[in-house]
């Protein structure tokens, strides 16, 4: 038990020097570009905190419960298409789409996680891949929605008949205050009895069980919860471009979200919001200095990986690797 | 739906098989013997088509290109081992998944850099050109022939190495328990290398004789590799002979999948909606397949022993 306590404390102690931080440099990031007559960077940090919310719920189930999605942006696109096809069928209002975004990604998670949860390691890896590629081509065998080609949305979800969304800013707050709720509700979870559980099925699984708890239910119901907020993702994803597309869940868009993860560190929460910053962000930069910009970023990766163990998070926390 | 339609299909199929097979083989070791996810494997299957293609403009020689891309191919990996893999080995999976997924992007974008972005081919050789004839008439490509005759030596000839050599008992023991062969004694850094130079060169082999039938271009590696770990986990990670039946299986499951898969579906629901779950059911087939195997048996069709 000594050690969950510890692990626990040492997270709770590093979030709290970083992750305030980080969301009052978000919150700031719409008046800062409106100052530096930056407006495209409105809209990317939009994508940036989208993908931060993708990852976080990865985070849940990678760091914390050694479950490696592979598939994890299945959620995500379904989280996407549902909006999308919502609008399709002339559905705006997000108090409806954005629930059954969430659900969505809920239910896909609890058929598919039933069946996963039942494998370890590098079978669940690819377990998990299988259900995402099953998903992606479901998605662009939809003839009706667009098929390969994706569909567009024509507009952004509404409130009550308003549109507030269509505006940048308040569609920026609008993600901001996603991510914080669900960043808080992460952290809350990961705090919370539930949440040592996961850690302590990840630590030891048979003693759980000789403790008396059941390893599968609990890590069925947090493979559900990251499956609803990726999904919430989808929905913010989808209103952000305006387009679905069935590439929104191919496997590179999945093993995006793992490196996002990896790179900031895992099992942090504020570790997975950081790598979607440092990954997107570097991106967009390098991309901006040559087309080829990946020929950086490929040895940027691998040099992260040999000398800042335990990924960026813990780098600036000053932590040393463990855990 | 002929007789001669499905053998040719069934030929195709087999011709994937061997492919995967070869890109497979070198994957199920390294993850078999030293527990190390490699996502690079599959540019490895890439370069080897690019070095070809050089080496084909140099030579005007499809053979001296295969021997001299081979040999590039086997350094290369080589040198990728030394200068990121082997600092690795002692990493967890997620560490590992991070690094060689660095290695994808900067060896896709470097070979984009000195290749060019437009897909580019090398001929068949002079002496492989020309079809064989099948039933009524229809012929069969003698170089995809070819491709399978090569991959089913190459699968004979790794599982006598495998079996009936003292490297490959060595190989076979490391799988199963790599920290007691390192405790009898055994270099286990040395075999770590061999392993990983034989299956790039391995993987490499396979991008050489892709070459001339598929476009070889940027990324082609990144599709393969999926289906490589498709096939060595279905097969059971560590397993030549899991690797070589599962491959199999996906080339041939693909293929007819892709090629019946609507005229099955014609037969049982409207022309319309057959057209439209035909091939995407096709294409999850082999995902599906995947999944089932999983459910049944949690640790693929032949699992090596001890894991």
Not at chain 1, 239 to 245: A, K, L, P, Q
Not at chain 2, 266 to 271: D, E, F, G, V
Request: proline share 3%.
């Amino acid at each position: 038990m000594s050690v969950q306590a510890s692990t626990a404390g040492r997270i709770g102690g590093t979030a709290r020097q970083i992750a305030p931080v980080l969301f009052i440099l978000f919150a700031a990031v719409p008046a800062l570009a409106t100052a530096a007559d930056l407006g495209f960077a409105t809209q990317l940090v939009s994508r940036i905190m989208i993908y931060a919310i993708a990852a976080l719920s990865l985070d849940i189930i990678l760091g914390y419960g050694a479950m490696v999605s592979f598939g994890h942006a299945a959620f995500v696109g379904i989280g996407a298409y549902a909006v999308g096809i919502a609008s399709a069928h002339d559905l705006w209002d997000a108090s409806i789409t954005f629930p059954i975004a969430m659900l969505g990604g809920g239910l896909f998670a609890l058929v598919t996680g039933a069946i996963c949860l039942r494998t370890r390691g590098v079978y669940f890896i690819m377990i998990t891949l299988a259900f995402g590629q099953m998903a992606y081509f479901t998605a662009s065998s939809l003839s009706a929605y667009g098929g390969d080609d994706g569909l567009t949305m024509w507009g952004r979800s509404e409130v009550l008949g308003y549109s507030p969304l269509e505006d940048e800013t308040v569609f920026y707050y609008v993600v901001l205050a996603c991510l914080t709720g669900c960043f808080l509700f992460a952290r809350a979870l990961v705090g919370s009895r539930f949440g040592r559980v996961i850690v302590g099925v990840r630590e030891n699984r048979i003693r759980m069980q000789a403790i008396g708890l059941n390893p599968y239910a609990y890590q069925l119901v947090a493979y559900v919860i990251a499956g609803m907020m990726a999904g919430l993702a989808g929905a913010l994803l989808a209103n952000h471009t305006e387009f679905v597309s069935p590439s929104t869940m191919s496997w590179q868009r999945s093993g995006d979200l793992i490196i996002m993860v990896v790179l900031g560190g895992t099992g942090t929460l504020h570790g997975a919001v950081l790598g979607a910053v440092a990954y997107l962000a570097l991106e967009e930069i390098l991309s901006h200095v040559t087309e080829h910009w990946r020929v950086f970023f490929g040895p940027m990766l691998i040099l992260i990986v040999l000398f800042a163990r335990g990924g960026l998070g813990r780098l600036i926390g000053g932590r040393g690797a463990g855990g | 739906m002929t007789a001669t339609l499905v053998a040719v299909q069934v030929l195709n199929g087999l011709q994937l098989g061997v492919l995967l097979f070869l890109v497979a083989a070198g994957l199920t070791l390294v993850f078999g013997v030293m527990d190390f996810i490699n996502l690079a494997h599959g540019v490895q299957y890439m370069l080897g088509a690019y070095l070809a293609v050089t080496f084909y403009g140099l030579t005007g020689s499809f053979f001296a290109a295969l021997v001299l891309a081979l040999l590039a191919a086997l350094a290369f990996g080589l040198l990728l081992e030394f200068l990121v893999f082997r600092h690795l080995y002692d990493r967890d999976h997620l560490d590992q998944v991070l690094a060689t997924f660095g290695v994808i992007l900067f060896l896709n974008e470097g070979v984009r850099i000195v290749w060019g972005a437009a897909p580019l081919s090398y001929p068949i050789p002079e002496l492989l050109r020309g079809t064989i004839p099948l039933m009524d008439g229809f012929g069969y490509p003698i170089y995809r022939v070819a491709m399978i005759v090569a991959g089913l030596a190459t699968a004979v000839l790794l599982w006598v190495l495998v079996t009936r050599t003292r490297v490959g008992m060595l190989v076979r023991a490391g799988a199963t328990n790599p920290r007691m062969v390192a405790a009898l004694g055994v270099d286990i850094r040395r075999l770590f290398m061999v392993v990983f130079g034989f299956g790039a060169m391995l993987a490499g082999f396979a991008g050489v004789m892709a070459g001339p039938i598929f476009s070889v271009e940027p990324g082609m590696g990144d599709g393969v590799l999926i289906l490589a770990f498709v096939v060595i986990v279905i097969g059971g990670i560590g397993s030549i002979r899991g690797a070589f039946v599962a491959a199999l299986i996906i080339g041939l499951v693909d293929t007819l999948g892709r090629s019946f898969m609507t005229d099955i579906f014609k037969a049982m629901m409207a022309p319309a909606a057959a057209n439209q779950v035909g091939p995407a059911i096709a294409s999850m087939l082999i995902y599906l397949l995947m999944a089932g195997v999983l459910f049944f048996r949690p640790t693929g069709l032949f699992p090596a022993a001890g894991r």
